[in-house]
T-cell receptor, first 115, second 113 residues
Framework: EAGVAQSPRYKIIEKRQSVAFWCNPI?????LYWYQQILGQGPKLLIQ????????DSQLPKDRFSAERLKGVDSTLKIQPAKLEDSAVYLC?????????????FGPGTRLTVT | AQSVTQLGSHVSVSEGALVLLRCNYS??????LFWYVQYPNQGLQLLLK??????LVKGINGFEAEFKKSETSFHLTKPSAHMSDAAEYFC???????????FGKGTRLSVIA
């Protein structure tokens, strides 16, 4: 079974530029999460999708961040315009609807550096 | 609301020594508890989980953790450290299935030869 795929793995941009990250969850997983992991901290939820609907985006800075999950499969997270404090690793995770819905599987992450 | 406190941002042990990484949680409902490991430039890998069954949970790579409700703790242990155990370890809590994980700040484990 293929794992959670993310791209790109690394991205360097200047502040005020825009950037987009892509995530492909494990096949059949209905729930998709985006987490932000700042250096030296644990991951923090940005947004949770159930199929193509948003379940929780209370911690998403909506003035600059946006996310979508078209057709309930792939997801894209966008930042526009980026700030220095957005430098972090962006992790995508997915979970299934079966007996182990509490298990989240993580992708390798996208490391964003904003200069 | 849930929260996790990991005591010690950095733990250093000798190869072959006991590994003990501490995690205390706060939850208003019976929690699900997890330990994840993160190697450099990689994503998070699930080590073990507590989901209200047995309080002593065994995971991969020889790790285990014990859920102690009275102490609100879920400490991670391994009897004998190996060089390959050097990594960042995160404790996490969630309230229900399909809900986001709330992570601690992590503990970096170093293993000295």
């Amino acid at each position: 079974e293929a794992g959670v795929a993310q791209s790109p793995r690394y991205k360097i941009i200047e502040k005020r530029q825009s950037v987009a990250f892509w995530c492909n969850p494990i096949s059949g997983h209905a729930t998709l999460y985006w987490y932000q992991q700042i250096l030296g901290q644990g991951p923090k939820l940005l947004i949770q999708f159930q199929n193509n609907g948003v379940v929780d985006d209370s911690q998403l800075p909506k003035d600059r961040f946006s996310a979508e999950r078209l057709k309930g499969v792939d997801s894209t997270l966008k930042i526009q315009p980026a700030k220095l404090e957005d430098s972090a690793v962006y992790l995508c995770a997915s979970s299934s609807r079966g007996p182990k819905t509490y298990e989240q599987y993580f992708g390798p992450g996208t490391r964003l550096t904003v200069t | 609301a849930q929260s996790v406190t990991q005591l010690g941002s950095h733990v250093s042990v000798s190869e072959g020594a006991l590994v003990l990484l501490r995690c205390n949680y706060s939850s208003s409902v019976p929690p699900y508890l997890f330990w994840y490991v993160q190697y450099p430039n990689q994503g998070l890998q699930l080590l073990l989980k507590y989901t209200s069954a047995a309080t002593l949970v065994k995971g991969i790579n020889g790790f285990e953790a014990e859920f102690k409700k009275s102490e609100t703790s879920f400490h991670l242990t391994k009897p004998s450290a190996h060089m390959s155990d050097a990594a960042e370890y995160f404790c996490a809590v969630s309230a229900l299935t399909s809900t986001p994980l709330v992570f601690g700040k992590g503990t970096r484990l170093s293993v000295i030869a």
